[in-house]
Protein backbone atom coordinates (compact mmCIF):
# COMPACT_ATOMS: atom_id res chain seq x y z
CA UNK A 1 0.00 0.00 0.00
CA UNK A 2 0.94 3.62 -0.49
CA UNK A 3 0.68 6.10 2.63
CA UNK A 4 -2.34 7.34 1.89
CA UNK A 5 -3.65 3.92 2.07
CA UNK A 6 -2.09 2.64 5.27
CA UNK A 7 -3.38 5.74 6.80
CA UNK A 8 -7.20 5.20 5.52
CA UNK A 9 -6.94 1.87 6.29
CA UNK A 10 -5.90 2.13 9.85
CA UNK A 11 -8.50 4.91 10.32
CA UNK A 12 -11.49 2.76 8.93
CA UNK A 13 -10.82 -0.28 11.36
CA UNK A 14 -9.38 -2.43 7.45
CA UNK A 15 -5.95 -4.23 7.23
CA UNK A 16 -6.10 -3.08 3.27
CA UNK A 17 -8.11 -0.90 1.35
CA UNK A 18 -7.63 -0.20 -2.55
CA UNK A 19 -8.18 2.34 -5.10
CA UNK A 20 -12.33 3.53 -5.54
CA UNK A 21 -13.38 2.03 -2.14
CA UNK A 22 -15.44 4.00 -0.32
CA UNK A 23 -14.47 3.75 3.74
CA UNK A 24 -15.68 5.50 7.14
CA UNK A 25 -12.26 7.11 7.95
CA UNK A 26 -11.88 8.44 11.61
CA UNK A 27 -10.89 11.82 11.52
CA UNK A 28 -7.99 13.33 14.12
CA UNK A 29 -8.36 17.09 13.66
CA UNK A 30 -11.63 18.31 11.99
CA UNK A 31 -10.69 22.31 10.96
CA UNK A 32 -13.05 25.22 9.49
CA UNK A 33 -11.98 29.12 9.56
CA UNK A 34 -14.56 32.32 9.48
CA UNK A 35 -16.12 31.59 5.38
CA UNK A 36 -17.11 27.84 5.87
CA UNK A 37 -17.88 27.66 9.70
CA UNK A 38 -20.55 29.62 9.98
CA UNK A 39 -22.36 27.05 7.40
CA UNK A 40 -20.78 24.01 9.32
CA UNK A 41 -22.31 25.06 12.02
CA UNK A 42 -25.57 25.74 10.92
CA UNK A 43 -26.18 22.44 9.72
CA UNK A 44 -24.20 20.75 12.44
CA UNK A 45 -27.30 22.49 14.43
CA UNK A 46 -29.97 20.79 11.94
CA UNK A 47 -27.83 17.53 12.62
CA UNK A 48 -29.46 17.60 16.28
CA UNK A 49 -26.62 16.35 18.33
CA UNK A 50 -25.79 18.60 21.55
CA UNK A 51 -21.80 18.08 21.72
CA UNK A 52 -18.85 17.86 18.81
CA UNK A 53 -17.63 13.99 19.02
CA UNK A 54 -14.30 15.34 20.85
CA UNK A 55 -13.51 19.56 21.84
CA UNK A 56 -9.83 18.63 21.08
CA UNK A 57 -10.06 17.30 17.94
CA UNK A 58 -12.22 20.04 16.60
CA UNK A 59 -10.46 22.92 15.60
CA UNK A 60 -11.74 26.66 14.50
CA UNK A 61 -10.49 30.16 13.83
CA UNK A 62 -10.78 32.94 12.02
CA UNK A 63 -8.30 33.85 9.25
CA UNK A 64 -9.49 34.84 5.98
CA UNK A 65 -11.60 38.06 7.04
CA UNK A 66 -10.00 39.03 10.10
CA UNK A 67 -9.12 41.52 11.76
CA UNK A 68 -13.15 42.18 10.83
CA UNK A 69 -12.69 43.69 7.71
CA UNK A 70 -16.11 44.37 7.77
CA UNK A 71 -20.07 44.34 9.16
CA UNK A 72 -20.60 41.33 7.18
CA UNK A 73 -17.11 39.59 8.47
CA UNK A 74 -17.04 40.68 11.79
CA UNK A 75 -20.82 38.64 12.18
CA UNK A 76 -19.65 35.85 11.12
CA UNK A 77 -16.39 35.58 13.14
CA UNK A 78 -18.84 36.26 16.11
CA UNK A 79 -20.72 33.02 15.38
CA UNK A 80 -17.52 30.89 15.47
CA UNK A 81 -16.49 32.58 18.82
CA UNK A 82 -19.50 32.12 20.31
CA UNK A 83 -19.84 28.24 19.19
CA UNK A 84 -16.35 27.65 20.35
CA UNK A 85 -17.13 28.76 23.55
CA UNK A 86 -20.26 26.92 23.80
CA UNK A 87 -18.38 23.70 22.71
CA UNK A 88 -15.12 24.48 24.62
CA UNK A 89 -13.23 23.42 21.28
CA UNK A 90 -9.80 24.61 20.11
CA UNK A 91 -9.91 27.92 19.05
CA UNK A 92 -7.32 30.77 18.23
CA UNK A 93 -8.51 34.32 18.80
CA UNK A 94 -6.79 37.44 16.84
CA UNK A 95 -3.25 37.92 18.45
CA UNK A 96 -2.65 34.36 18.79
CA UNK A 97 -4.26 33.39 15.58
CA UNK A 98 -2.24 32.40 12.05
CA UNK A 99 -3.13 32.09 8.65
CA UNK A 100 -4.49 28.47 9.55
CA UNK A 101 -2.59 25.68 7.70
CA UNK A 102 0.81 27.49 8.98
CA UNK A 103 -0.76 27.83 12.19
CA UNK A 104 -1.18 24.24 13.01
CA UNK A 105 1.67 22.73 11.88
CA UNK A 106 3.52 25.18 13.87
CA UNK A 107 1.23 24.58 16.93
CA UNK A 108 1.79 20.72 16.91
CA UNK A 109 -1.76 20.15 16.22
CA UNK A 110 -1.50 17.78 13.20
CA UNK A 111 1.13 15.09 13.34
CA UNK A 112 2.27 12.32 10.96
CA UNK A 113 -0.48 9.79 10.35
CA UNK A 114 -3.56 11.63 11.02
CA UNK A 115 -6.71 11.70 9.04
CA UNK A 116 -7.29 15.23 9.11
CA UNK A 117 -10.16 17.00 7.30
CA UNK A 118 -10.70 20.79 6.78
CA UNK A 119 -13.13 22.95 5.32
CA UNK A 120 -10.57 25.04 3.53
CA UNK A 121 -9.19 23.70 0.24
CA UNK A 122 -5.61 24.34 1.16
CA UNK A 123 -6.17 21.86 4.41
CA UNK A 124 -3.53 19.36 1.94
CA UNK A 125 -0.87 21.28 2.67
CA UNK A 126 -0.48 19.04 6.61
CA UNK A 127 0.56 16.24 3.92
CA UNK A 128 4.00 17.73 4.53
CA UNK A 129 4.38 16.14 8.08
CA UNK A 130 3.12 12.64 6.40
CA UNK A 131 -0.83 13.64 7.34
CA UNK A 132 -3.95 12.24 4.91
CA UNK A 133 -4.94 16.06 4.73
CA UNK A 134 -7.63 17.34 2.91
CA UNK A 135 -10.10 19.81 2.11
CA UNK A 136 -13.98 19.02 1.89
CA UNK A 137 -17.00 21.22 3.04
CA UNK A 138 -18.97 22.93 5.16
CA UNK A 139 -21.19 20.18 5.01
CA UNK A 140 -19.01 17.39 5.65
CA UNK A 141 -17.53 18.97 8.56
CA UNK A 142 -20.65 19.49 10.37
CA UNK A 143 -21.23 15.78 9.52
CA UNK A 144 -17.42 15.19 11.44
CA UNK A 145 -17.57 16.95 13.97
CA UNK A 146 -20.90 15.16 14.50
CA UNK A 147 -19.95 11.84 14.49
CA UNK A 148 -16.46 12.02 14.33
CA UNK A 149 -16.23 9.67 11.35
CA UNK A 150 -16.41 11.30 7.41
CA UNK A 151 -17.23 8.84 4.11
CA UNK A 152 -14.40 9.15 1.59
CA UNK A 153 -13.59 7.44 -1.49
CA UNK A 154 -9.76 5.97 -1.21
CA UNK A 155 -7.39 7.91 -3.81
CA UNK A 156 -5.31 6.36 -6.26
CA UNK A 157 -1.17 7.94 -5.89
CA UNK A 158 0.51 9.67 -8.13
CA UNK A 159 4.11 9.57 -7.29
CA UNK A 160 6.22 12.64 -8.25
CA UNK A 161 10.33 11.49 -8.12
CA UNK A 162 12.61 14.76 -8.15
CA UNK A 163 15.97 14.08 -8.92
CA UNK A 164 18.99 16.00 -8.79
CA UNK A 165 20.24 19.83 -7.37
CA UNK A 166 17.97 22.54 -7.20
CA UNK A 167 19.26 25.65 -9.14
CA UNK A 168 19.42 28.85 -7.13
CA UNK A 169 16.60 30.86 -6.29
CA UNK A 170 14.57 27.69 -7.11
CA UNK A 171 12.01 26.15 -3.83
CA UNK A 172 9.61 23.79 -3.58
CA UNK A 173 7.10 26.90 -4.99
CA UNK A 174 8.56 26.36 -8.03
CA UNK A 175 8.90 22.75 -7.83
CA UNK A 176 5.51 22.34 -7.58
CA UNK A 177 4.79 24.88 -9.96
CA UNK A 178 6.61 23.34 -12.72
CA UNK A 179 4.12 20.13 -11.56
CA UNK A 180 0.98 21.86 -12.23
CA UNK A 181 2.31 23.42 -15.44
CA UNK A 182 3.26 19.77 -16.47
CA UNK A 183 0.22 17.93 -15.49
CA UNK A 184 -2.46 20.57 -15.67
CA UNK A 185 -5.00 21.66 -13.02
CA UNK A 186 -7.08 18.57 -13.17
CA UNK A 187 -3.75 16.25 -13.80
CA UNK A 188 -4.02 15.19 -9.99
CA UNK A 189 -8.06 14.90 -10.33
CA UNK A 190 -9.31 12.80 -7.07
CA UNK A 191 -5.93 11.41 -6.57
CA UNK A 192 -2.91 11.49 -3.66
CA UNK A 193 0.07 12.47 -5.06
CA UNK A 194 3.24 11.34 -3.51
CA UNK A 195 6.17 13.42 -3.28
CA UNK A 196 9.75 11.75 -3.17
CA UNK A 197 13.04 11.51 -4.70
CA UNK A 198 16.78 13.40 -3.75
CA UNK A 199 15.94 16.21 -4.53
CA UNK A 200 13.00 16.08 -1.92
CA UNK A 201 15.28 14.66 0.71
CA UNK A 202 16.69 18.10 0.65
CA UNK A 203 14.13 20.13 0.79
CA UNK A 204 13.38 22.31 4.07
CA UNK A 205 10.01 21.43 5.98
CA UNK A 206 8.60 24.87 4.81
CA UNK A 207 9.64 23.76 1.00
CA UNK A 208 7.76 20.85 1.94
CA UNK A 209 4.58 22.56 3.08
CA UNK A 210 4.31 24.74 0.04
CA UNK A 211 4.54 22.05 -2.35
CA UNK A 212 1.89 20.00 -0.48
CA UNK A 213 -0.39 23.32 -0.32
CA UNK A 214 -0.76 23.64 -3.80
CA UNK A 215 -1.62 19.71 -4.57
CA UNK A 216 -5.08 20.52 -4.54
CA UNK A 217 -3.98 22.84 -7.49
CA UNK A 218 -3.42 20.24 -9.33
CA UNK A 219 -7.15 18.79 -8.47
CA UNK A 220 -5.59 16.46 -5.92
CA UNK A 221 -7.02 15.15 -3.10
CA UNK A 222 -3.94 14.92 -0.71
CA UNK A 223 -0.26 15.81 -1.08
CA UNK A 224 2.30 13.43 0.64
CA UNK A 225 5.89 13.25 1.70
CA UNK A 226 7.07 10.18 3.82
CA UNK A 227 8.43 11.09 7.26
CA UNK A 228 12.26 11.63 7.23
CA UNK A 229 14.82 13.22 10.10
CA UNK A 230 13.77 16.66 8.60
CA UNK A 231 10.04 15.64 9.80
CA UNK A 232 11.36 14.16 13.03
CA UNK A 233 13.17 17.75 13.68
CA UNK A 234 10.28 19.72 13.17
CA UNK A 235 7.96 18.02 15.16
CA UNK A 236 10.45 17.45 18.50
CA UNK A 237 9.12 19.67 21.03
CA UNK A 238 6.51 20.84 18.86
CA UNK A 239 4.00 17.45 18.64
CA UNK A 240 1.23 17.76 20.88
CA UNK A 241 0.03 13.98 20.41
CA UNK A 242 1.88 10.98 20.12
CA UNK A 243 2.06 9.40 16.73
CA UNK A 244 2.27 6.95 13.59
CA UNK A 245 4.54 6.87 10.98
CA UNK A 246 3.52 4.97 7.56
CA UNK A 247 5.86 4.10 4.58
CA UNK A 248 4.96 3.45 1.63
CA UNK A 249 5.43 -0.47 0.83
CA UNK A 250 8.36 -1.53 -1.25
CA UNK A 251 5.64 -2.93 -3.79
CA UNK A 252 2.98 -0.44 -3.14
CA UNK A 253 0.91 -0.01 -6.71
CA UNK A 254 1.26 4.27 -7.65
CA UNK A 255 -1.41 4.91 -11.20
CA UNK A 256 1.72 6.81 -12.14
CA UNK A 257 5.25 7.33 -11.68
CA UNK A 258 6.28 10.80 -13.00
CA UNK A 259 9.89 11.73 -12.91
CA UNK A 260 11.53 15.13 -13.01
CA UNK A 261 15.29 16.23 -13.32
CA UNK A 262 14.86 18.99 -10.59
CA UNK A 263 18.55 20.78 -12.09
CA UNK A 264 16.76 21.32 -14.86
CA UNK A 265 13.49 23.93 -13.25
CA UNK A 266 13.83 27.25 -12.96
CA UNK A 267 12.25 29.80 -10.87
CA UNK A 268 8.65 29.42 -12.42
CA UNK A 269 6.32 32.13 -12.52
CA UNK A 270 2.06 31.19 -13.37
CA UNK A 271 0.30 33.56 -15.31
CA UNK A 272 -2.81 34.32 -15.64
CA UNK A 273 -5.72 32.86 -14.91
CA UNK A 274 -4.39 29.21 -14.10
CA UNK A 275 -1.87 28.17 -11.61
CA UNK A 276 -0.82 25.42 -14.85
CA UNK A 277 0.01 28.39 -16.89
CA UNK A 278 3.70 28.31 -16.38
CA UNK A 279 6.80 29.83 -17.95
CA UNK A 280 10.24 29.68 -16.70
CA UNK A 281 11.90 33.20 -15.37
CA UNK A 282 13.73 33.28 -18.22
CA UNK A 283 10.99 33.50 -20.83
CA UNK A 284 8.49 36.16 -18.66
CA UNK A 285 9.82 39.24 -20.76
CA UNK A 286 8.53 41.84 -19.38
CA UNK A 287 5.77 42.02 -17.21
CA UNK A 288 5.02 45.39 -15.18
CA UNK A 289 3.50 45.17 -11.71
CA UNK A 290 1.46 47.10 -9.68
CA UNK A 291 1.71 45.03 -6.20
CA UNK A 292 3.64 42.17 -4.82
CA UNK A 293 2.33 40.08 -2.46
CA UNK A 294 4.20 37.80 -0.10
CA UNK A 295 2.89 35.68 2.77
CA UNK A 296 -0.17 33.34 2.51
CA UNK A 297 -0.41 29.60 3.45
CA UNK A 298 1.40 28.84 0.53
CA UNK A 299 4.76 30.75 1.29
CA UNK A 300 3.86 33.06 4.72
CA UNK A 301 6.86 30.78 6.48
CA UNK A 302 10.04 32.09 8.09
CA UNK A 303 12.31 30.40 5.23
CA UNK A 304 9.58 32.95 3.16
CA UNK A 305 10.68 35.55 4.87
CA UNK A 306 14.05 35.26 4.92
CA UNK A 307 14.80 34.80 1.66
CA UNK A 308 12.34 38.18 0.73
CA UNK A 309 14.49 39.93 3.57
CA UNK A 310 17.99 38.82 1.97
CA UNK A 311 16.91 40.34 -1.60
CA UNK A 312 15.00 43.91 -0.23
CA UNK A 313 18.06 44.51 2.25
CA UNK A 314 19.24 47.78 1.25
CA UNK A 315 17.07 48.31 -1.79
CA UNK A 316 13.85 50.30 -2.42
CA UNK A 317 10.73 48.86 -3.45
CA UNK A 318 9.45 50.83 -6.47
CA UNK A 319 7.75 53.73 -6.73
CA UNK A 320 5.39 52.43 -8.92
CA UNK A 321 4.84 49.11 -6.79
CA UNK A 322 2.99 48.28 -2.96
CA UNK A 323 4.79 45.40 -1.57
CA UNK A 324 2.14 43.91 1.17
CA UNK A 325 4.47 41.35 3.15
CA UNK A 326 2.54 39.31 5.44
CA UNK A 327 3.83 36.49 8.19
CA UNK A 328 1.68 33.17 8.09
CA UNK A 329 1.46 33.32 12.01
CA UNK A 330 2.20 35.72 15.21
CA UNK A 331 5.36 32.75 15.35
CA UNK A 332 6.50 33.85 12.28
CA UNK A 333 6.00 37.73 12.90
CA UNK A 334 7.84 37.31 16.43
CA UNK A 335 11.00 35.75 15.12
CA UNK A 336 11.03 37.68 11.77
CA UNK A 337 11.41 40.65 13.99
CA UNK A 338 13.80 38.82 16.37
CA UNK A 339 16.18 38.83 13.00
CA UNK A 340 15.42 42.22 11.85
CA UNK A 341 13.57 41.10 8.61
CA UNK A 342 10.67 43.49 9.59
CA UNK A 343 13.23 46.68 9.70
CA UNK A 344 14.55 45.33 6.69
CA UNK A 345 11.19 45.17 5.38
CA UNK A 346 10.04 48.51 6.71
CA UNK A 347 13.07 50.72 5.68
CA UNK A 348 12.57 49.24 2.16
CA UNK A 349 8.90 50.71 1.58
CA UNK A 350 7.10 47.35 2.00
CA UNK A 351 3.97 47.16 4.29
CA UNK A 352 3.95 44.71 7.33
CA UNK A 353 0.43 43.03 8.25
CA UNK A 354 -0.54 41.22 10.65
CA UNK A 355 -1.38 37.77 9.97
CA UNK A 356 -4.35 37.17 7.55
CA UNK A 357 -5.17 35.44 4.54
CA UNK A 358 -6.47 38.53 3.04
CA UNK A 359 -5.33 39.91 -0.23
CA UNK A 360 -5.05 36.30 -1.79
CA UNK A 361 -8.71 35.62 -2.65
CA UNK A 362 -9.25 39.35 -2.81
CA UNK A 363 -10.81 40.01 0.76
CA UNK A 364 -8.49 43.07 1.99
CA UNK A 365 -5.07 43.96 2.76
CA UNK A 366 -4.20 44.35 -1.42
CA UNK A 367 -7.36 44.01 -3.43
CA UNK A 368 -6.69 45.01 -6.89
CA UNK A 369 -8.86 47.45 -8.97
CA UNK A 370 -9.39 47.09 -12.99
CA UNK A 371 -6.27 46.97 -15.02
CA UNK A 372 -4.07 46.10 -11.75
CA UNK A 373 -1.66 43.38 -12.00
CA UNK A 374 0.24 41.59 -9.01
CA UNK A 375 2.98 39.09 -8.77
CA UNK A 376 1.76 37.22 -5.42
CA UNK A 377 3.84 34.22 -3.63
CA UNK A 378 -0.30 32.73 -3.08
CA UNK A 379 -1.59 29.81 -4.88
CA UNK A 380 -4.47 30.99 -7.39
CA UNK A 381 -4.80 33.23 -9.86
CA UNK A 382 -8.07 32.85 -10.84
CA UNK A 383 -10.45 35.52 -12.79
CA UNK A 384 -10.95 37.91 -10.38
CA UNK A 385 -9.11 36.36 -7.49
CA UNK A 386 -7.54 39.39 -6.28
CA UNK A 387 -9.68 41.82 -6.92
CA UNK A 388 -11.50 43.20 -9.96
CA UNK A 389 -11.91 40.62 -12.61
CA UNK A 390 -10.33 43.02 -15.07
CA UNK A 391 -6.91 42.49 -12.84
CA UNK A 392 -3.83 40.07 -13.10
CA UNK A 393 -2.57 37.51 -10.66
CA UNK A 394 1.34 35.93 -11.36
CA UNK A 395 1.83 33.49 -9.17
CA UNK A 396 6.07 32.94 -8.40
CA UNK A 397 8.39 32.35 -5.13
CA UNK A 398 9.18 34.97 -2.79
CA UNK A 399 12.55 35.60 -3.99
CA UNK A 400 11.01 36.29 -7.39
CA UNK A 401 8.17 38.69 -5.38
CA UNK A 402 11.04 40.46 -3.62
CA UNK A 403 12.77 41.50 -6.47
CA UNK A 404 9.92 42.15 -9.18
CA UNK A 405 9.02 44.42 -5.97
CA UNK A 406 12.51 46.25 -6.71
CA UNK A 407 12.13 46.28 -9.99
CA UNK A 408 8.86 47.04 -10.72
CA UNK A 409 8.16 44.27 -13.07
CA UNK A 410 8.44 40.17 -13.04
CA UNK A 411 12.19 39.85 -12.26
CA UNK A 412 14.81 37.13 -11.23
CA UNK A 413 16.74 38.68 -8.21
CA UNK A 414 20.19 38.03 -10.27
CA UNK A 415 18.71 41.13 -12.36
CA UNK A 416 19.02 43.41 -8.92
CA UNK A 417 22.66 45.04 -9.32
CA UNK A 418 23.92 45.81 -5.20
CA UNK B 1 -37.29 12.57 -10.53
CA UNK B 2 -37.47 14.29 -14.00
CA UNK B 3 -35.35 17.79 -14.42
CA UNK B 4 -35.86 19.97 -17.76
CA UNK B 5 -34.73 23.31 -17.80
CA UNK B 6 -32.27 25.40 -20.80
CA UNK B 7 -28.47 25.06 -20.89
CA UNK B 8 -25.95 27.65 -20.06
CA UNK B 9 -22.91 26.76 -21.01
CA UNK B 10 -19.22 27.52 -19.90
CA UNK B 11 -15.68 26.29 -20.65
CA UNK B 12 -13.09 23.99 -18.73
CA UNK B 13 -12.08 25.10 -15.02
CA UNK B 14 -14.75 27.22 -14.10
CA UNK B 15 -13.70 27.76 -10.47
CA UNK B 16 -15.37 28.44 -7.66
CA UNK B 17 -14.17 32.33 -7.43
CA UNK B 18 -16.15 33.02 -10.85
CA UNK B 19 -18.85 30.66 -9.32
CA UNK B 20 -19.04 32.64 -6.24
CA UNK B 21 -16.87 35.75 -6.05
CA UNK B 22 -15.04 35.68 -2.16
CA UNK B 23 -15.93 39.21 -1.90
CA UNK B 24 -19.71 37.58 -1.21
CA UNK B 25 -18.00 35.66 1.75
CA UNK B 26 -18.54 37.45 4.04
CA UNK B 27 -22.62 35.95 3.87
CA UNK B 28 -23.79 32.65 4.29
CA UNK B 29 -27.31 33.11 3.34
CA UNK B 30 -28.36 31.29 0.39
CA UNK B 31 -30.48 33.84 -1.30
CA UNK B 32 -27.84 36.64 -0.57
CA UNK B 33 -24.73 34.43 -2.28
CA UNK B 34 -27.63 33.30 -5.02
CA UNK B 35 -27.94 37.52 -6.13
CA UNK B 36 -23.98 36.86 -7.43
CA UNK B 37 -23.84 33.43 -8.89
CA UNK B 38 -21.57 33.06 -11.57
CA UNK B 39 -21.08 36.44 -11.63
CA UNK B 40 -17.29 37.04 -12.43
CA UNK B 41 -17.89 34.69 -15.60
CA UNK B 42 -21.67 35.59 -16.67
CA UNK B 43 -22.97 39.04 -15.58
CA UNK B 44 -26.11 38.55 -17.07
CA UNK B 45 -26.52 35.34 -15.69
CA UNK B 46 -28.76 35.77 -12.67
CA UNK B 47 -30.98 37.93 -14.60
CA UNK B 48 -31.46 34.92 -17.12
CA UNK B 49 -31.41 31.91 -14.84
CA UNK B 50 -35.17 30.42 -14.87
CA UNK B 51 -36.06 27.86 -11.98
CA UNK B 52 -35.43 24.21 -13.54
CA UNK B 53 -32.58 25.35 -15.85
CA UNK B 54 -29.08 23.32 -16.55
CA UNK B 55 -25.21 24.97 -16.20
CA UNK B 56 -22.96 23.23 -18.35
CA UNK B 57 -19.34 23.12 -17.72
CA UNK B 58 -16.33 20.44 -19.37
CA UNK B 59 -14.23 19.29 -17.65
CA UNK B 60 -12.75 19.86 -13.60
CA UNK B 61 -15.76 21.68 -13.31
CA UNK B 62 -16.15 23.84 -9.36
CA UNK B 63 -12.25 23.85 -9.00
CA UNK B 64 -10.84 26.03 -6.68
CA UNK B 65 -11.85 26.48 -3.06
CA UNK B 66 -14.29 24.30 -0.57
CA UNK B 67 -16.59 26.72 -0.44
CA UNK B 68 -19.47 25.18 -0.08
CA UNK B 69 -21.50 28.50 -0.99
CA UNK B 70 -20.24 27.75 -4.79
CA UNK B 71 -23.23 24.45 -5.27
CA UNK B 72 -25.47 26.89 -2.45
CA UNK B 73 -25.49 29.59 -4.94
CA UNK B 74 -26.28 27.57 -7.98
CA UNK B 75 -28.64 25.40 -6.02
CA UNK B 76 -30.95 28.38 -4.81
CA UNK B 77 -30.30 30.31 -8.16
CA UNK B 78 -32.86 27.28 -9.12
CA UNK B 79 -30.55 25.51 -11.27
CA UNK B 80 -31.56 22.04 -11.20
CA UNK B 81 -28.61 20.17 -12.50
CA UNK B 82 -25.07 20.43 -13.52
CA UNK B 83 -23.63 18.41 -16.21
CA UNK B 84 -19.88 18.57 -16.81
CA UNK B 85 -17.31 15.71 -18.07
CA UNK B 86 -15.54 16.20 -14.91
CA UNK B 87 -15.91 17.83 -11.68
CA UNK B 88 -13.33 18.78 -8.90
CA UNK B 89 -13.53 16.90 -6.41
CA UNK B 90 -14.53 18.85 -3.66
CA UNK B 91 -17.14 21.07 -5.40
CA UNK B 92 -18.77 17.05 -6.23
CA UNK B 93 -18.70 15.96 -2.30
CA UNK B 94 -20.56 19.81 -1.95
CA UNK B 95 -23.18 18.99 -4.66
CA UNK B 96 -23.90 15.97 -3.44
CA UNK B 97 -23.92 16.59 0.51
CA UNK B 98 -26.39 19.53 0.10
CA UNK B 99 -28.73 17.68 -2.60
CA UNK B 100 -27.45 19.24 -6.22
CA UNK B 101 -27.53 16.70 -8.63
CA UNK B 102 -24.34 16.36 -10.93
CA UNK B 103 -23.92 14.74 -13.78
CA UNK B 104 -20.56 13.39 -16.14
CA UNK B 105 -21.40 12.85 -18.98
CA UNK B 106 -18.88 13.69 -22.11
CA UNK B 107 -20.95 13.21 -25.25
CA UNK B 108 -23.71 15.34 -23.74
CA UNK B 109 -21.50 17.90 -23.14
CA UNK B 110 -20.04 17.73 -26.86
CA UNK B 111 -23.33 17.63 -28.25
CA UNK B 112 -24.99 20.35 -26.40
CA UNK B 113 -24.87 24.22 -27.08
CA UNK B 114 -26.00 27.20 -25.10
CA UNK B 115 -29.58 27.31 -24.96
CA UNK B 116 -30.82 23.71 -26.09
CA UNK B 117 -33.39 22.38 -23.67
CA UNK B 118 -32.61 19.77 -21.81
CA UNK B 119 -35.34 16.76 -19.69
CA UNK B 120 -33.00 14.34 -17.45
CA UNK B 121 -34.14 12.09 -15.33
CA UNK B 122 -31.72 11.45 -12.07
CA UNK B 123 -32.14 7.66 -11.28
CA UNK B 124 -31.23 6.47 -15.01
CA UNK B 125 -29.19 9.23 -15.71
CA UNK B 126 -30.88 9.50 -18.99
CA UNK B 127 -30.33 13.14 -20.36
CA UNK B 128 -32.60 13.73 -23.29
CA UNK B 129 -31.70 17.23 -25.86
CA UNK B 130 -35.26 18.06 -26.78
CA UNK B 131 -33.88 20.80 -29.02
CA UNK B 132 -31.67 18.37 -31.25
CA UNK B 133 -33.75 15.03 -30.32
CA UNK B 134 -30.90 13.36 -29.35
CA UNK B 135 -30.39 10.66 -25.77
CA UNK B 136 -27.66 10.55 -23.88
CA UNK B 137 -27.02 8.71 -20.96
CA UNK B 138 -24.58 9.69 -17.76
CA UNK B 139 -22.15 7.70 -15.35
CA UNK B 140 -24.01 6.16 -13.08
CA UNK B 141 -23.39 7.06 -9.17
CA UNK B 142 -21.59 4.68 -6.85
CA UNK B 143 -24.16 2.47 -4.38
CA UNK B 144 -22.48 4.62 -1.77
CA UNK B 145 -23.27 8.33 -3.09
CA UNK B 146 -26.80 7.12 -4.42
CA UNK B 147 -27.50 6.13 -0.86
CA UNK B 148 -26.56 9.53 -0.05
CA UNK B 149 -28.78 11.13 -2.30
CA UNK B 150 -31.50 8.76 -1.85
CA UNK B 151 -31.33 9.90 1.61
CA UNK B 152 -31.89 13.08 1.18
CA UNK B 153 -28.07 14.54 1.47
CA UNK B 154 -25.25 14.17 4.15
CA UNK B 155 -27.32 16.08 6.99
CA UNK B 156 -30.09 13.63 6.74
CA UNK B 157 -27.53 10.65 6.37
CA UNK B 158 -26.17 11.59 9.16
CA UNK B 159 -28.89 11.85 11.34
CA UNK B 160 -30.11 8.26 10.23
CA UNK B 161 -26.91 7.01 10.83
CA UNK B 162 -26.75 8.71 14.67
CA UNK B 163 -29.97 7.05 15.53
CA UNK B 164 -29.27 3.59 14.01
CA UNK B 165 -26.42 3.64 16.20
CA UNK B 166 -28.50 4.90 19.05
CA UNK B 167 -26.56 7.36 20.43
Known sequence: MTIAEKILAAHSGKDAVSPGEFISAKVDVVLSNDIT????IREFKRIGVKNVFDPKKVIMLSDHFVPNKDIHSAEQAKILREFAREQGIVYFEVGQMGIEHVLLPEQGLVVPGDVIIGADSHTCTYGAVGAFATGMGSTDIAS?????????????TIKFVFHGKAQKWV???????????????????YSAMEFTGPSIDKLSMDGRFTMANMAVEAGAKAGLFRVDKKTEAYLQNRAKRPYTVYEADKDAEYAQVIEYDAASIEPQVAFPHLPSNTKPISQVGNVKIDQSIIGSCTNGRIEDLKIAADILQWQRVNENVRCIIIPGTQEVYLEAMRRGYIEIFIRAGAAVSTPTCGPC???HMGVLAEGERSISTTNR?????????KSEVYL???????????LGRIASPDEIKN | MKLKGKVFKYGANVDTDVIIPARYLNVSEPEELANHCMEDIDAEFISKVQPGDIIMGTTNFGCGSSREHAPLAIKTAGVSCVIAKSFARIFMRNSINIGLPLLECEEAVEKTVAGDILEVEL????????????VFHAKPYPVFMLELVSAGGLVEYTKRKIANEGK
Do not use: C, Q, Y
Request: proline share 6%; aromatic share 4%; glycine share 14%.
Open chain 1, 171 to 189: SGKDFILHTIGDIGVDGAL
Open chain 1, 381 to 389: NFVGRMGST
Open chain 1, 396 to 406: SNPAIAAASAI
Open chain 2, 123 to 134: ASGEIVNSTKNL
Open chain 1, 37 to 40: APIA
Open chain 1, 361 to 363: LGG
Open chain 1, 144 to 156: AMATGEIWMKVPP
